[in-house]
């Protein structure tokens, strides 16, 4: 190359044609100004130090390009036109590119599923049972929670309701065997059995010139158990008092004696009982009454009123041959 031409920049020689690459199974290039398979050598010439190999196999001094800022621009001056840099170079390069990106996408996209994966097999094995376990299962299993928590419930209810009853039960029959108990002992007292004790009056009965006789005490009897007597005994001047029950009996002894219940008692007499003292003073006071009887045959009744009345004497229970409770 002379001087002239590379100060001119004539003297270059003509880009040579893309080589195109022939179809997968070595078949020729359909294009229509494809260049002959023949004309093109496979081997390209080696390029000596400084040099560089030009499109059509021939070597160019490195020295003769031009200017980087020309190459840059992708273009080459040739006989005073401008011709674009050959299409099959940015061809070749821009797949090569893309790939190497899809890469690294797959790359991302398999190392996410894979993180993917662990996360769901330590969820899995933290609980394996519930986690393999079929949706119908955990329906059914549902469903037989609630029924044993509605059974449990039911169950609670019923020992509650049987506790309450249980409790009433017992304050029922503590009730019911205080009232016995309170009933008893006022059968107790009337029957004579029990000793007793309250307010109520002292008669005193001192004969005159005919003795007390028996009518006259049943009648003073008679007056105090219609005034509300609920406990009496008599006394004679000596022995042993004698417990009046509703079955007791009075009858006239020898010598002015008196028999009470088959025991001989003698006067004075002296009759205690329990009950209201003004209903029962009352009683006595009644005109024509049994203090009225007694003074009329001459002798004296006097009535007192102790802060306590105190029944002690007991008579034997009662042994009942014909009478039953009524069921």
Do not use: C
């Amino acid at each position: 190359m002379s001087d002239e031409q590379r100060d001119t920049g004539t003297g270059w020689p003509e880009q040579a044609e893309p080589v195109r690459p022939s179809g997968p199974a070595g078949e020729p290039d359909p294009r229509p100004d494809a260049p002959d398979p023949d004309e093109l050598s496979p081997l390209a010439p080696v390029a000596e130090p400084g040099e560089s190999p030009d499109d059509d196999g021939e070597t160019v001094n490195l020295a003769d390009l031009p200017p980087a800022a020309d190459r840059s621009a992708g273009s080459v001056e040739s006989a005073g036109s401008v011709e674009s840099e050959p299409v099959g170079v940015a061809a070749v390069a821009a797949p090569g590119r893309r790939v190497s990106s899809a890469g690294v996408m797959i790359g991302v996209l398999l190392a996410l599923l894979g993180f993917t994966l662990v996360v769901q097999l330590k969820t899995t094995s933290t609980d394996p049972t519930l986690a393999a376990t079929r949706q119908e299962d955990l329906v059914r299993i549902f469903s037989d929670l609630e029924s044993r928590q509605k059974r449990l419930q039911q169950d609670i209810a019923g020992l509650e309701e049987s506790q309450r009853q249980l409790r009433s039960g017992e304050q029922g029959r503590q009730a019911a065997l205080q009232e016995a108990t309170r009933r008893a002992d006022e059968l107790g007292i009337l029957a004579g059995t029990l000793p007793a004790r309250g307010p109520g009056l002292s008669v005193r009965f001192d004969a005159g010139g005919k003795p007390v006789g028996a009518d006259q005490i049943l009648d003073a009897v008679q007056e105090l158990r219609g005034a509300g007597a609920e406990a009496m005994q008599i006394s004679g001047g000596e022995g042993s008092p004698v417990r009046i029950i509703a079955s007791t009996f009075f009858l006239d002894g020898p010598d002015g004696a008196l028999v009470v219940d088959g025991r001989t008692i003698r006067g004075p007499y002296s009759i205690t009982v329990i009950g209201d003292p003004t209903t029962m003073r009352t009683a006595l006071n009644i005109p024509g009454g049994v203090i009225a009887s007694v003074k009329g045959d001459g002798g004296t009744v006097s009535v007192d009123e102790p802060k306590v009345a105190e029944v002690s004497a007991l008579h034997a229970p009662l042994k009942l041959e014909h009478a039953r409770p009524v069921s």
